[in-house]
């Protein structure tokens, strides 16, 4: 027996209300706010740090830093991986912008999960993931500046 119009779009609508729930419960306000709202999502055409970085889990995280007077100044960043891979790589840029390059190191993934409030637990290691890759394209900009003096 097919469904109406109206039995159709009330089962969308249920559907996504619950999709939206089940977000909102594991992600909280911050993360759920910008899982519908992403930012820093894309690549920087031309960065001065790049890196890419493929965790335990599978997921990858590729970074570009755009940096001007030893300062980041913006990012973006692309994953193959889930929805927390996604949040914690927008994360990880927010943190980054307007730092010195060499403060970045002090970043450390549960500074990711704290910036974000609540979290899947078992989907820390994504924070993690989100600095090992900023970190990486800080470095990569440092060794490219080494190389180029």
């Not at 570009?64 to 929805?83: E, W």
């Not at 994504?126 to 900009?141: D, G, K, R, S």
């Amino acid at each position: 027996m097919a469904m109406s119009e109206k039995e159709f779009n009330d089962y969308v609508d249920n559907l996504q209300e619950k999709i939206f729930t089940e977000a909102k419960n594991a992600y909280g306000p911050k993360g759920f706010d910008r899982w519908r709202n992403p930012k820093f999502h894309g690549r920087l055409e031309n960065p001065d740090g790049t890196a890419r970085v493929t965790g335990g889990c599978g997921d990858t995280i590729e970074m570009t830093l755009r940096i001007k007077d030893g300062h980041i100044v913006d990012g973006a960043f692309v994953t193959t991986g889930c929805a927390s891979s996604g949040l914690c790589g927008s994360f990880a840029v927010e943190l980054a912008i307007g730092k010195k390059v060499e403060s970045v190191f002090e970043l450390e993934g549960q500074d990711v999960l704290e910036a974000l409030g609540t979290f899947p637990e078992d989907d820390a290691h994504c924070a993690f993931l989100a600095i090992e890759t900023l970190h990486e394209a800080v470095n990569e900009y440092m060794v490219q500046s080494v190389a180029k003096q």
